[in-house]
């Protein structure tokens, strides 16, 4: 499996943002729709790129037009992280949906976070 990686600069409140070249497998839940808590199956996505702060995700599932909270598992370096996170934006893509997801991250698991992906990005450039 090829591993390239773009580091991009959006905007001046997030450091940065990894793109991963080929997505990152996760797992997610719906876990609250409007504010009312929900328990649905999981569903796969594939994590495009990646911040302390936030996910962009393609999903094939489409999620409701309102307000809606997902926890969602992936593993980077054999390290698995367990967050949670707000729908802020949805587009579609292709045959699914492309979804800007803001995190819930405290301070420890934002420097295990780092920690990782700086070695995610060191092995791709080999």
Do not use: C, H
């Not at 959006?10 to 943002?17: A, G, Q, S, T, V």
């Not at 393609?58 to 980077?76: E, G, K, M, S």
């Amino acid at each position: 499996m090829e591993r390239r990686a773009v580091v991009k600069r959006y905007n001046r409140d997030e450091p940065f943002r990894y793109t991963f070249g080929t997505p990152l497998e996760a797992v997610f839940q719906i876990i609250k729709v409007d504010d009312q808590l929900t328990e649905t199956s999981n569903g796969k996505a594939s994590i495009i790129d990646l911040s302390l702060e936030g996910i962009r995700l393609n999903a094939a599932l489409n999620f409701p037009d309102r307000p809606v909270q997902l926890a969602i598992w992936f593993v980077l370096n054999d390290k698995e992280f367990n967050f949670t996170g707000d729908v802020v934006w949805k587009k579609q893509s292709g045959t699914g949906y492309d979804y800007g997801l803001l995190l819930k991250v405290d301070d420890d698991d934002k420097n295990e976070l780092i920690t990782q992906l700086k070695t995610f990005a060191k092995e791709a450039m080999k």
